[in-house]
């Protein structure tokens, strides 16, 4: 069956590092992949976007990569700072019309 | 331009009871996706339409419906509600054109805090 995991519910880091957060799919061949960002009692803000043939795509402190292969793709926020601190989603389309989003990883970046 | 808009922010319902959601899209934005939102189980599809027409749907029961209306509002009922069904649900729109990076992307409402009693 089709299957999205982040690989970690929570994710402390200390302020300034880098955050890397990871998504892994099973069973689909998705033609983009989202990230999303969600603070406590909000929806979802869209973040960026990465099509199947985009290795990389950056936005300001944001990095995210996608291998189709490992079907894996990676989140990055780099110098991160207290304000970054939120439950961030992956997202794919599977089929049309229909996103499937992982469960989520709560990132807390301590100052 | 104004977000989405959803009524009522919170509700509180006992049992047996049904409820009516509503969602207001984005002007211009011709989609409006449904998503109930539980902390075991993450974000999970409801439904999507388009123009009025319902173009895919999740693996929810048919106690969960929805309907769009000519001026892209969406609403959604749940029928003989059940503890279950707690939850946070929100709509997402968006342009609705596959394949289309902004028009794919979606754009949340705050959602509607659904207590069953």
């Known amino acids: 069956s089709q299957k999205i995991e982040q690989n970690s519910e929570a994710l402390n880091i200390q302020e300034g590092k880098t955050a890397t957060l990871t998504c892994n799919y099973t069973n689909y061949s998705p033609a983009y992949l989202q990230w999303y960002r969600q603070d406590p009692g909000r929806g979802p803000v869209f973040l960026l976007l990465i099509r199947e043939n985009e290795k990389e795509k950056r936005k300001e402190r944001l990095k995210v990569t996608f291998d189709t292969t490992l079907k894996q793709s990676l989140f990055h926020i780099t110098a991160s700072q207290p304000a970054d601190s939120a439950t961030y989603l992956c997202a794919l389309l599977s089929g049309t019309y229909k996103y499937i989003f992982g469960t989520g990883t709560r990132l807390k970046v301590l100052a | 331009k104004a977000g989405v808009t959803q009524t009522p922010r919170y509700l509180i319902k006992t049992r047996g009871q049904q409820v009516t959601l509503s969602c207001s899209p984005i002007s211009g934005h011709r989609s409006v996706s449904w998503y109930q939102q539980t902390p075991g189980q993450g974000l999970q599809f409801l439904f999507e339409y388009f123009s009025e027409t319902q173009r895919n749907k999740g693996n929810f029961p048919g106690r969960f419906s929805g309907r769009q209306f000519s001026n892209s509002r969406s609403e959604m009922n749940v029928s003989t509600l059940e503890l279950g069904d707690s939850a946070l649900y929100l709509c997402?729109?968006?342009?609705?054109?596959?394949?289309?990076?902004?028009?794919?992307?979606?754009?949340f409402g705050p959602g509607t805090r659904l207590t069953v009693l």
């Open positions: 997402a729109s968006s342009g609705g054109l596959a394949g289309a990076e902004r028009a794919d992307t979606q754009y």
